[in-house]
Structure formats: structure tokens, C-alpha cells
């Protein structure tokens, strides 16, 4: 069964970094939420073949998530 996964920085590098590892792992992902600030907020990342688009990163964004993963800064984290 697959994970519920959002994360905070997605389009920072280690953001990039943290979906490429889970993308070569072919870890079990049922959804994915890419995170970030207002200005990032209607990018697209690719995962897994498909363009995600990327949410504001604010407290509600987490709900229903099994895991959260941050690489937004200190203060943000």
C-alpha cells in the first residue's frame, strides 16, 4: 500500500533530490503533494513520468499525509 507523502521545498534542490531518490527507490507513493512558496506555487515537477503541480506550502497542506518531508529552511521546517 502505498503512502500519502507531501513535501515542503519541492523545487528547492534538495526538494529535486528528495523525489528523484523516492522516484529511483520506487517507493510506494499513492500521492504526492510538491510544496513551496507563494512565488512557486503553478510549477511543475516531473515524477514518475507525469508533471506535478506545486501547492503553496501552508499547515492545512498536510492533512491526510502518512509522511512530510522538509527542506525548506530552518525557521519554515
Known amino acids: 500500500m502505498g503512502k ?3 513535501i515542503a521545498g519541492a523545487t528547492g534542490a534538495v526538494g ?6 523516492l522516484e529511483q527507490r520506487d517507493f510506494p507513493v499513492d500521492e504526492i503533494r510538491l ?5 512557486s506555487v503553478g510549477k511543475k515537477l516531473p515524477f514518475r513520468g507525469v508533471d506535478l503541480e506545486v501547492q ?5 497542506a498536510f ?3 502518512d509522511i512530510a ?9
Do not use: N
Not at 510544496?35 to 512565488?39: K, M
Not at 518531508?69 to 521546517?77: D, H, I, K
Open 35 to 39: 510544496l513551496a512558496s507563494q512565488r
Open 56 to 60: 503553496l506550502l501552508e499547515p492545512s
Open 16 to 21: 529535486r533530490e528528495i523525489l528523484d531518490c
Open 69 to 77: 518531508l522538509f527542506s525548506a529552511g530552518g525557521e519554515t521546517s
Open 4 to 6: 500519502k507523502i507531501s
Open 63 to 65: 492533512e491526510g499525509s
